[in-house]
């Protein structure tokens, strides 16, 4: 079992920068994919960033690329996700998940573990 906490959500500014963290517990960290998704009023759930657990390659959701980087510390059993030039679309629930099976790192329905959120909300 892993337990996800998420941290590092609140109220910015468009063009404001926030730095999302995700402190993983429990079992070994090794081996999982980490993803963060996110959540906006009345919208289902949407992939925004993943790193792999060996390669540390990513994906980004072409909504975010170029403005948001996901990072990962092993040691530490942490991924962060640092946001920049966020817009008022980007407000919305943030979640951290954990993969270790099969499919596709886009899909919410292939990570095993969630955390409980963090809520990020941006004025315009």
């Known amino acids: 079992q892993v337990q996800l906490v998420e941290s590092g959500g609140g109220l910015v500014q468009a063009g404001d920068s926030l730095r999302l963290s995700c402190a993983a517990s429990g079992r070994t960290f090794r081996g999982y994919t980490m993803g963060w998704f996110r959540q906006a009023p009345g919208k289902e759930r949407e992939f925004a960033a993943t790193i792999s657990w060996s390669t540390d390659t990513t994906f980004y959701a072409d909504s975010v690329k170029g403005r948001f980087t996901i990072s990962r510390n092993n040691a530490k059993n942490t991924v962060d996700l640092q946001m920049n030039s966020l817009k008022p679309e980007d407000t919305a629930v943030y979640y951290c998940?954990?993969?270790?099976?099969?499919?596709?790192?886009?899909?919410?329905?292939?990570?095993?573990?969630w955390g409980q959120g963090t809520q990020v909300t941006v004025s315009s």
């Open positions: 998940a954990a993969k270790d099976q099969v499919g596709s790192v886009y899909s919410s329905t292939n990570y095993n573990y």
